[in-house]
Structure formats: C-alpha cells, structure tokens
C-alpha cells in the first residue's frame, strides 16, 4: 500500500434541487466543475436524492439502474473529466425485481464505478405534530457495508437516517475506517436539535471524521431539508459548516489528527468488551 497522504482536500456540494431532473443534473455538473476549478479538491460529495425531490412519491419516478442510468453516468465522465473523487449523494436505483433503493454511488478520478451503497435504515418516522415520512412505502433497505479507498485512507460510507445508528458507525470504525460520509436530508422537525448532534457524537464515539451533505433549503418544497452541511473532526469540533442555501463548503482534513486523538484519549483499546461486545459484525 502507498504510505497515505496526511491531507485531503474535500469540497461539499450543497446543492439547490427541482423537480426538473435535467435541471439538477446540469447543476451538479456545473458546481462539480466551479469546485474542481476554483479549490481543486480531491474528493467532492453531493447530497442525498441530488436528482430529484426528496419524497416517497418521487421515487419510482425517477428511478434509474446503476452504472447505465443517466445520473450514474453523468457523474462517471465528470470525474473522469475533473480528475476527481466524486460521492455522489444519492439518486432513487432501480433494482432487480422492481425493488427500488436509495443509493449512493462512489466514482474514481477515471471515471469508475467503485463503490455503491443502499440506505441501510430506512427513514420511517412518525413525529406528532412534526413530520411523519415513511421511505419503506417506497424504497427497500441495503443489507451491506460500503468501505472505500482513497490515498491509504478507509471511508465508510451512510446515508441519512443512517447516522442515528451508532452500531453502524462502529462497524466502519472496526474495520479502520477514518472517515465516515453521509449524504443526508434532514428536516425542519428534526434537524434543528439532532443534525449535527449526531454528527459530533458519531466523530467522538469513534475518534473519526464525519463528513454531511444535504439538500439546501427550499421552502416551497414538499420535504424542507434543513441544510448546514458540514465537517466535524474526530475531536468532534465543527470545522466548518454551510448555512441553509446554496453553498459549496471546502475544507483540508488532517488524517494525523486521527491517530493524534485515538492515542491521547485511547478509549477504543479501554472498552470493557469483556462485558459487552460490540466489536462482531
Ligand atoms: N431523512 C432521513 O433519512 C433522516 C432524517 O431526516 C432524520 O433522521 O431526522
């Protein structure tokens, strides 16, 4: 294995989305483009559903197989074209059996499918007074873990709803991962107290980076996502945060700030898994 790079620059897309799929794939590819030009980072990650409106009835509707749909195939050639990791939030995936996912696809700097991952927990909540969302009407959870490579350094990939499960989080951090990234949508109802809660409690559970897009807000839609994607190192410090419009949010990641922290605050080596074993998978 290559010795790994300590920095990685990455950009996060916070992008405006319709419900004119042409529309949102033209402004991907042109944020993908401002970004590459402007920062030249090394990984660019978009929101969860950049291709459509976050909602059950949306789904069938836009829903596209994987690596030969539109949206799958726009993203392959602009990482070819930029040189470019690209996480490309999420897109509704035609599957087999008519069974539809909500998936997160992960495309190399040649432009190569290397990872794809389908939402693990589906959203499924009911909050009186608040927001009631129900994804398995439509969409059919993922059964695996997605882990990816990039310069000596393990990722591990969530969607949304994903980040609640801390279960999960521990599974990446078993298997090495420094980094976990989740395209996401959260909401006005739950958004304002848990977005980046989570965020910060998932990065000091687990002494890692934890990296969120989202949708930017609009107002006039059916589902408000809340925005403020962001950056949280494993100190479980924001290092940096989009408000709730259009934005693109660049940021450095220092690696060695991993290492720093497991051996400073060694909790992972400290568990008693004596008394309770989370470490199988
Ligand atoms: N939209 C989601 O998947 C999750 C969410 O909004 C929440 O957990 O809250």
């Given at each position: 294995m290559n010795a790994a790079k300590t920095i990685m620059r990455l950009a996060l897309l916070q992008l405006k989305g319709s419900k004119d799929k042409a529309a949102n794939l033209q402004n991907a590819s042109q944020k993908i483009r401002e970004a590459v030009q402007g920062h030249k980072p090394r990984l660019i990650t978009l929101p969860e559903c950049f291709n459509c409106p976050y909602g059950t009835k949306y789904f069938r509707e836009y829903a596209e197989t994987i690596p030969n749909g539109e949206s799958s195939q726009t993203l392959s050639k602009l990482a070819k074209e930029m040189g470019v990791y690209i996480v490309g939030g999420t897109i509704p995936e035609m599957g087999d059996n008519d069974k539809i996912y909500n998936t997160c696809t992960v495309w190399s700097?040649?432009?190569?499918?290397i990872a794809k991952h389908r939402k693990?927990?589906?959203?499924d909540i009911d909050v009186k007074g608040g927001i009631r969302f129900k994804e398995s009407e439509t969409l059919t959870a993922g059964n695996e873990f997605t882990i990816i490579e990039i310069d000596g350094h393990k990722i591990g990939i969530g969607i949304c709803y994903d980040i609640r499960f801390e279960e999960m989080a521990k599974v990446y951090r078993n298997e090495g991962c420094e980094m976990l990234i989740y395209p996401g949508a959260f909401n006005m109802t739950t958004g304002p107290l848990h977005w980046e809660l989570l965020q910060r409690s998932r990065a000091n559970d687990n002494q890692l980076y934890v990296v969120t897009t989202s949708p930017a807000r609009d107002e006039t839609a059916d589902y408000v996502a809340y925005g403020h994607s962001m950056v949280v190192d494993?100190?479980?410090?924001?290092?940096k945060s989009a408000k709730e419009g259009e934005e693109t949010v660049v940021v450095d990641v220092d690696f060695s700030l991993v290492e720093q922290v497991r051996q400073q605050i060694p909790v992972y080596s400290q568990r008693r898994v004596d008394l309770y074993n989370t470490t199988k998978k």
């Open positions: 700097p040649e432009g190569s499918l693990m927990h589906l959203f494993p100190w479980a410090k924001v290092v």
